[in-house]
Nanobody, 127 residues
Framework: QVQLVESGGGLVQAEGSLRLSCAAS????????RGWFRQAPGKEREFVGA????????YYADSVRGRFTISRDSAKNTVYLQMISLKPEDTAVYYC????????????????????WGQGTQVTVSS
């Protein structure tokens, strides 16, 4: 079992920045790919970005590419989502997900690739 805890959300003004954290416990960090998704009220959950199990590949949705960056600290079993130049349309609950080690069967943007999900953290961007 893997438990995921997101943190770092909050209220920020447009053009501001936030860094979200996703800490894992119950298993080692190594061998698990991480995905970030978000869901705004009344909308479908959408893919934000992901990092492969090796850390050698990252993937980003077009809407966040160039503004969001995924990184990791293996010693802390934690991955981060650094967000800059935030826009009101970035307002959503952000979820961290983890996938058991191995290659993606479909792709990093598919929800059913991931085995574990965190509870989410709210990000609100004011205009």
């Amino acid at each position: 079992q893997v438990q995921l805890v997101e943190s770092g959300g909050g209220l920020v003004q447009a053009e501001g920045s936030l860094r979200l954290s996703c800490a894992a416990s119950g298993r080692t960090f190594s061998g698990y790919a991480r995905g970030w998704f978000r869901q705004a009220p009344g909308k479908e959950r959408e893919f934000v970005g992901a990092m492969s199990w090796s850390g050698g590949n990252t993937y980003y949705a077009d809407s966040v590419r160039g503004r969001f960056t995924i990184s990791r600290d293996s010693a802390k079993n934690t991955v981060y989502l650094q967000m800059i130049s935030l826009k009101p349309e970035d307002t959503a609950v952000y979820y961290c997900a983890a996938k058991a080690g191995g290659y993606y069967s479909k792709g990093p943007n598919f929800e059913d690739e991931y085995n574990y999900w965190g509870q989410g953290t709210q990000v609100t961007v004011s205009s």
